[in-house]
């Protein structure tokens, strides 16, 4: 019995002195892992603060497509950024986040570049396919919108595009008004092979366009607009037989029974359309 306890205790002696070289291993192991990522660390930061890594100069912008109304140049006095200015102080996303305050653009990617070291700026800009104008207070608000109903102060932009082309389609109401249907009434528009020079949106319950036919009434924006808009191009035929100024509105609201409501005597002829067309 007593040969039996002396083994044990000469076993848990080897255990505790095995478990003892352990511990001391392990602390020398962290020991030199934390050197090793020390050095590693120190290494990067002496590398990222040498001269070489700074943005001296905005020929270091690379602006990539994108921008084709923006010069490179407008874009880059938007960017808010000093000279010389270390690469790794620069934060994109808020580069980013304040050229998509701008009207102009509606998205920004901005990266740091490391070999040449400088930054690459790729932007989205609003594209204008209308003129809008809001009567409000006696005054008259003009600004512009793009093909997602995002509105834009005509100033501002014309400062930062002086010799960009404004289209030639025109708005009337507030954005609440048309902003809607926006998208889809901009897209029938667009797609009509009848000219639309103007959409009058002032009356909730009746959309007005102006177009190459004469005034045509719509009624409340819905489902049924791209019918109308199809209906309307199958009219074009009226155009070689009836005189514009004999016609005061074209009445498309229900597009099964079109109407055209002509000057004189308070006439309304409902017009044929063409099957083949």
Request: charged letters at 20%; glycine letters at 4%; a positive charge.
């Amino acid at each position: 019995m007593a040969g039996i306890i002396s083994v044990s205790r000469t076993d848990l002696a080897q255990r505790r002195q095995k478990l003892r070289r352990q511990r001391q291993m392990k602390i020398i192991q962290a020991i030199w892992r934390t050197f090793a990522i020390t050095g590693f660390a120190g290494g990067l930061l002496w590398v990222a603060v040498q001269p070489v890594w700074m943005l001296k100069a905005p020929k270091q912008i690379v602006m990539k497509s994108g921008n084709k109304l923006l010069s490179d140049q407008t874009t880059q006095s938007l960017l808010v950024l000093s000279y010389p200015q270390s690469l790794w102080r620069i934060e994109p996303s808020a580069i980013a986040n304040s050229l998509k305050k701008q009207p102009t653009i509606a998205q920004a990617i901005v990266k740091r570049r490391l070999f040449p070291p400088g930054l690459i700026i790729e932007i989205q800009e609003r594209v204008p396919v209308a003129v809008t104008q809001t009567p409000s207070n006696k005054k008259v608000t003009i600004g512009l919108l793009d093909a997602s109903g995002a509105w834009m102060p005509l100033e501002k932009y014309t400062s930062l595009n002086p010799t960009s082309k404004l289209p030639n389609l025109r708005v009337i109401g507030s954005p609440k008004q048309y902003c809607l249907n926006w998208t889809q009434l901009h897209q029938a528009v667009s797609q009509s092979p009848v000219k639309v020079m103007e959409i009058d949106c002032q009356d909730p319950a009746n959309l007005i366009l102006k177009t190459e036919l004469g005034n045509v009434h719509l009624g409340v924006p819905g489902s049924q607009l791209s019918e109308q808009i199809k209906v309307l191009a199958q009219m074009r035929p009226l155009a070689a037989k009836l005189n514009s100024s004999e016609i005061e509105y074209i009445d498309l609201k229900n597009p099964e029974v079109p109407l055209v409501q002509m000057n004189q005597n308070n006439q309304k002829l409902t017009p044929k359309i063409p099957k083949n067309i």
